[in-house]
Each structure stands twice: as C-alpha cells, then as structure tokens.
C-alpha cells in the first residue's frame, strides 16, 4: 500500500496547503489563497480570467499533478 503524506482533513488540508506554496515558488501558479473554516478550508487556484473554489481533495490533486511535472 501506498505511504500518504496525510491520514485525515486537517493533514490533507495542510499538505495541500504546503503544495501551493511550492507551485508559487516554482512559478507554476501566479497565486494560491486558502480560505479557512472551522469545518474545511476552501482552496483557490486562479487562471488567466477566473478563480473557483476548489475542495482540499480537488485542489491537492491539481497542485500534486503541476509541481509532479
């Protein structure tokens, strides 16, 4: 099985959070904004013309895939 950086919300949320940073860094992404919430935090990514709220699962999986390439 799989090593997963994260083994439940709150690892998932900062890892995913630790992604975004480092696709900023690398110059992948312009931006990266988390919106924090008692329940979940809400992650933005924007684009050339918009910017959707993304889940931790959503957006840690865009992040994973543009800093992997």
Do not use: C
Request: no cysteine; aromatic share 12%; charged share 20%.
């Amino acid at each position: 099985m799989a090593e997963h950086p994260f083994n439940d919300q709150l690892s998932l949320e900062e890892q995913t959070e630790k992604l975004g940073k480092q696709a900023v860094t690398l110059g992948l992404i312009p931006s990266f904004v988390v919106h924090y919430f008692p329940d979940t935090w809400v992650f933005f990514i924007p684009n050339e013309s918009q910017s959707e709220p993304l889940t931790p699962e959503e957006a840690y999986l865009r992040l994973k895939q543009l800093v992997k390439q």
